[in-house]
């Protein structure tokens, strides 16, 4: 404890009274029960005697000349070093309801009448001597949580950028390979099983990250406006393939009623349908998979609300699947838990429905399941989604499907690829390219700096990790030089996708962020985005 009798560990009490007589009778049962005191005959000396040592508690009389026992305790709970000190009054007026509720409120926590009674006081000490260890100790906790939460942070977000490195290398050239028209039939099955492998190691990464944020209370919605009915035929486009080699069907069963342009986290949304559905593919060997999505026939289309219309869309996938035994549908959506036999507890790692069941709730649902065993099983969930009447300024497949038919012919620009690690510089160049592109590259921030002085450029894409200058700093340069010229677009890439991450390379006054592995889809959405 946190007094000047550290030699004794006995709790050290400032007592503050004017009467010689209170002072005596109370100092001495507190010395014969094992307790260090302090003595101060007025609220002032009480105060002096504050600025030298931190008793553990302070018995304060509430009569007082001067300065009274209410104003003294202002004083103490005011100072950062002793407004924590448990403080007890002393009153003479032992059924003043009013002078008690004042104490309180000024941050006094007890209250002893005259007169003095002894073990009242005891007792009375004690409970609060004790509150206020267990509250220590209980912050004490706090932070060793808090901090040791930080390192976690830190180091996932190290570890994070350290595999997804490796990961932008085998993904890259992988998907480079199997479109390449120079190699044969089995030379691109390989590659595809190595991007299909990587992949899946990507997104037990990913999961590991979510599942962190979530026990951060990190993750967070980013809500945008997109075309519902063409997310949702995309998301099935993605999966077709996997049902195709299994050779069972996957449906899209959409609602006419169902809302057109909606705000909502197009992402997140994605990964629960993406993980549901892939999860219903996966287990299912005959029949197939049907994602059905309708607006309920039991509510009303719209719901007013203070920031717009909502409307309620409720999405179900169905499959004619293994199922899951009635014992064990309360554990699927528990972290690592996996169910069902050893062959499908291997396909997984019990990580994808527990996130799902995180988003849903953050979007203010909640997953639900009903299956029959050997039948099959039906995961849905019902959201309120708001709706927008104007469409997205721009469609990022449209946006797609213009650039690779125009290629560059519409929207020439100069483009400087930033980045020191090789493989990553390689597989921007050729996603550029892909595009019609012809990008220029350097290795390091100095250089970025001096290409620029050697010729304008629309677009940079800008490495932050960078040995030497990093691109954070090299942003900041650039804004700074070209002030009162027109800086290009700087695009900031990173394998750390932890938000924090993302935030400070805009607060540098970075334009956008892609994140690694590399995709051609975010390509496409930069550069869709100039308008020239």
Not at 128 to 142: G, N, P, Y
Not at 160 to 176: C, K, Q, T, V, W
Not at 348 to 363: D, F, V
Not at 412 to 441: C, M, N, W
Request: proline fraction near 4%.
């Amino acid at each position: 404890m946190n007094s000047t009798t550290e030699n004794t560990n006995k709790p050290l009490i400032l007592i503050a009274d004017d009467n010689p007589n209170n002072i005596k009778v109370i100092t001495d049962f507190l010395k014969k029960s094992g307790y260090e005191t302090l003595v101060a005959t007025s609220g002032k000396f009480a105060l002096k005697i504050l600025e030298r040592t931190q008793p553990d508690l302070i018995l304060l009389d509430v009569v007082m000349p001067g300065m009274d026992g209410f104003e003294t305790c202002r004083q103490i709970k005011a100072g950062e070093k002793t407004k924590d000190i448990p403080v007890i009054f002393i009153s003479a007026i032992a059924d003043n309801t009013k002078e008690k509720i004042e104490g309180l409120k000024i941050g006094g926590v007890d209250y002893i009448s005259k007169p003095i009674i002894r073990e009242e006081v005891l007792a009375r000490i004690q409970v609060h001597l004790t509150l206020r260890k267990l509250t220590k100790e209980l912050t004490e906790a706090k932070e060793k949580a808090e901090a040791a939460n930080r390192s976690k942070s830190l180091f996932l977000a190290q570890m994070n950028h350290e595999l997804r490195s490796p990961m932008s290398a085998i993904l890259g050239f992988s998907d480079l390979i199997k479109r390449s028209n120079n190699i044969g039939s089995k030379e691109k099955d390989f590659a595809r099983n190595i991007h299909d492998a990587g992949s899946h190691l990507l997104n037990l990464i990913e999961n590991i990250l979510d599942v962190s944020k979530i026990e951060a209370g990190k993750m967070e919605l980013a809500p945008i406006d997109f075309h519902l009915p063409s997310f949702l035929k995309n998301i099935i486009q993605m999966l077709q393939l996997r049902a195709n080699e299994k050779q069972i069907y996957l449906n899209c069963e959409l609602d006419s009623n169902l809302p057109q342009i909606v705000e909502a986290d197009e992402q997140r949304l994605r990964q629960v349908l993406i993980n549901l559905l892939g999860n219903a593919v996966k287990f299912t060997e005959k029949g197939g998979v049907t994602l059905k999505v309708n607006v309920p026939e039991d509510s009303s289309c719209l719901i007013s609300s203070n920031s717009g219309e909502v409307c309620p869309v409720r999405f179900e996938i169905q499959d004619t699947g293994i199922g899951i035994a009635p014992e064990e549908l309360d554990q699927i959506f528990v972290p690592f838990e996996q169910v069902g036999e050893g062959r499908n507890k291997a396909q997984g790692t019990g990580l994808g429905l527990a996130i799902c069941q995180q988003i849903i709730a953050l979007m203010g649902s909640r997953v639900e399941v009903s299956s029959v065993l050997g039948e099959g099983s039906t995961f849905y969930f019902q959201i309120y989604l708001k709706e927008q009447k104007t469409a997205p300024t721009k469609n990022r497949d449209l946006i797609l499907e213009e650039v690779k038919e125009e290629r560059s012919e519409q929207a020439p620009l100069r483009i400087l690829i930033a980045e020191d690690y090789r493989v990553s510089q390689t597989i921007a160049k050729h996603l550029f390219k892909r595009l019609g592109y012809d990008a220029d590259t350097v290795a390091s921030g100095e250089e970025v700096l001096e290409a620029l002085r050697r010729q304008p450029y629309d677009l940079i894409l800008m490495d932050t990790h960078m040995k030497g200058m990093d691109g954070i700093e090299t942003t900041r340069r650039i804004l700074q030089e070209w002030q009162n010229s027109s800086p290009p677009r700087i695009i900031a890439t990173s394998a750390n996708v932890m938000a924090e991450h993302k935030e400070e390379c805009l607060a540098a006054g970075m334009d956008d962020f892609i994140g690694q592995p590399f995709e051609l889809e975010e390509f496409v959405r930069v550069v869709g985005s100039f308008n020239h």
